[in-house]
């Protein structure tokens, strides 16, 4: 069932972030573009790893959401600053989004304040999905 999960995870994780790559491609922006290719690339990969490599201690399970902290936090501050970029472009909405982001990557990053991170994600995803939809219908 981890194998379903985890792939059920995967396609809506690349469905999301292709929302954001159309959007980098429509207003050229090269930074969103890059930055979400490898968001999507990381959680393809660090699923793989939760399926087929089983920690066999705690120590290495700490590691390895460390280095989960780190990775994401550091490609969720770029993804956040290509967002701010467009805020002349797309309004306030993108802008809020975008601190949202560097708020959960800079969380991530630091590892100690990850809680506060993933506090911040859900609402920052809902509102992800609004401005995505506001923007498919235009």
Do not use: R
């Not at 290495?60 to 550091?74: H, N, S």
């Not at 969720?76 to 309004?91: D, R």
């Not at 982001?101 to 800079?106: D, F, P, R």
């Amino acid at each position: 069932t981890i194998l379903l999960q985890k792939l059920i995870s995967a396609v809506s994780y690349v469905f999301f972030f292709i929302g954001f790559y159309t959007i980098a491609k429509a207003y050229n922006n090269q930074l969103l573009k890059i930055i979400t290719i490898l968001l999507m690339t990381a959680l393809i990969l660090i699923n793989i790893s939760d399926v087929f490599i089983t920690p066999s201690y705690d120590g290495k399970i700490a590691t390895k959401l460390i280095i989960e902290c780190l990775v994401f936090g550091v490609l969720q501050l770029i993804f956040g600053a290509g967002l701010l970029q467009l805020k002349n472009k797309l309004g306030q909405l993108i802008f809020v989004i975008g601190i949202l982001e560097i708020i959960i990557g800079a969380s991530l990053a630091t590892v100690i304040f990850a809680y506060l991170g993933i506090l911040f994600f859900v609402p920052t995803i809902i509102i992800e999905i609004i401005l995505l939809y506001k923007l498919a219908k235009k």
